[in-house]
């Protein structure tokens, strides 16, 4: 992960309600869906158009646990981050239909969207473990086959005898695709000062060429802020 996305200039926005989703609690699945528009006013109607179709259909979906809308620094990103029972229950009604809804309220200003999505791996709990996240990233790398995608999964988690104790940092969950060559690393700081600093952290740079080694394509890079979250009923 870079530092280049935290030079955008949008305003952050926050949810009180907002908590870190923990590793094994029942979440077999997580998608990523990712919107880029023309701006902020068209983000703004996105984020709108998710807050509702949550809120109408999708919590009520089998298998739904929890819902994550955030909005990339840049004014121009929003993701859908969305906590699942299970594989089959993500593939169920959730991608046709909020592409259409999605599609259908904003039109050509939007482009996208494009969702990806995996079974969660043990990660990385900090000392913020229980604080709502002020930023989080969703990185998206892209490798050869299954076993790079652990073997980077490995590396995140050979990387927490530091992370565990870094002040700010919340928590962070890699997320392998089905077919292996697909590995999201979502992590979570509590706020932009947490980010910075741990950006600034030369064990964080001593890590990243490991990284680079079994990628295979530019990583997508997404620093994001949360607006909203929504947990299943019970």
């Not at 158009?49 to 955030?70: C, N, Q, T």
Request: charged share 20%; proline share 9%; net charge negative.
């Amino acid at each position: 992960m870079t530092s280049a996305e935290a030079t955008a200039s949008a305003e952050p926005m926050t949810s009180a309600e907002a908590m870190p989703s923990p590793d094994g609690t029942g979440e077999g699945f997580r998608t990523f869906l990712t919107l880029r528009t023309d701006g902020p006013p068209t983000s703004r109607q996105a984020v709108t158009a998710l807050e509702e179709a949550v809120d109408g259909w999708i919590r009520r979906l089998d298998g739904f646990l929890s819902s994550r809308i955030h909005l990339g620094l840049d004014g121009a990103t929003v993701v859908h981050s969305v906590a699942w029972r299970d594989e089959a229950s993500a593939r169920d009604s959730y991608p046709a239909g909020i592409g259409e809804a999605l599609l259908n309220r904003l039109g050509p200003a939007v482009t996208g969207p494009d969702l990806v999505g995996g079974v969660p791996s043990p990660g990385v709990r900090g000392p913020a473990a229980d604080s709502p996240p002020g930023l989080v990233c969703v990185a998206t790398r892209y490798v050869a086959d299954r076993g790079a995608a652990e073997a980077m999964a490995d590396l995140l988690r050979r990387s927490g005898d530091w992370k565990k104790d870094f002040p700010g940092f919340i928590a962070a969950t890699p997320y392998i695709s089905p077919d292996g060559r697909t590995y999201v690393n979502y992590p979570q700081w509590a706020d932009r000062d947490a980010f910075e600093a741990y950006m600034a952290d030369p064990r964080n740079a001593a890590g990243q060429q490991d990284i680079g080694d079994l990628e295979v394509a530019p990583p997508d890079l997404l620093l994001c802020t949360l607006v909203a979250e929504t947990l299943a009923a019970g």
